[in-house]
């Protein structure tokens, strides 16, 4: 199958980061209030309930495959504990290339300027699907104004392997999320 992703990586923790008053002032020192204009809230935030039948067939899809244990959202520990918890969850592994996720400029700045990991920084609007119809779901995701990519595919065995480094790495379990570094009080409590 392949694993597909849509939305943003980090995208809703890094908008939390830049909300707070603290957070902003030290961002402000190195970037212009211009590079997180309203677009970046925009894009950052989950997805405005726009009626539509790609957002409704996406939504619905989405509910089928969670139940199902094939899809997952970036929630708690962002995108890479998303592909971890359904891959496992399935008792599969799968390869990935960290490179074709979609994230925002904004939020790698923001992880950069804290020492975050834009990968493991909460994002419920981003979601992780094990499919064999990527391209429906891609193209709903394309309906609905959200980025989306096929990563890559799952595998027989446990690792869960990154592709597109010379040095071989596998994923491991997560740990907390990311936002717990900065704003803790921010997190989904579960």
Same mark, same amino acid.
């Given at each position: ?21 603290? $957070? ?5 020192? *190195?970037? =212009? ?13 989950? @997805? !405005?309930?726009?009626?539509?039948? #790609? ?17 997952? =959202? #970036? ?8 592909? %971890? ?5 399935? *008792?599969?592994? &799968? ?6 996720? !979609? ?11 804290? &020492? ?8 419920? #609007? $981003?979601?992780? %699907? ?12 394309? &309906?609905?104004?959200?980025? =989306? ?18 040095? !071989? =790495? #596998?994923? *491991?379990? @997560? ?5 717990? *570094?900065?704003? @803790? ?6």
């Amino acid at each position: 199958m392949d694993i597909v992703v849509t939305g943003f990586a980090g995208s809703d923790g890094s908008c939390k980061i830049y909300q707070n008053m603290d $957070c902003r002032k030290k961002l402000l020192k *190195r970037y =212009s209030e211009s590079f997180f204009g309203i677009s970046f809230f925009d894009v950052s935030a989950a @997805p !405005p309930d726009v009626p539509g039948e #790609s957002r409704s067939r996406l939504e619905k899809r989405f509910a089928e495959m969670h139940s199902l244990g094939l899809a997952d =959202s #970036s929630e708690n520990g962002g995108v890479l504990a998303a592909l %971890w918890r359904v891959l496992k969850a399935n *008792r599969m592994g &799968g390869c990935y290339d960290l490179g074709k996720i !979609p994230v925002l400029q904004q939020t790698i700045e923001i992880c950069e300027t804290f &020492g975050l990991n834009p990968y493991r920084l909460c994002a419920p #609007s $981003c979601r992780i %699907w094990l499919t064999e119809t990527a391209g429906e779901i891609m193209g709903d995701a394309a &309906g609905a104004g959200m980025p =989306s990519a096929v990563i890559g595919y799952t595998a027989e065995g446990a690792a869960i392997n990154r592709t597109d480094t010379e040095v !071989p =790495s #596998s994923l *491991r379990r @997560p740990e907390k999320d990311e936002l717990y *570094r900065i704003l @803790p009080e921010q997190l989904p409590h579960k």
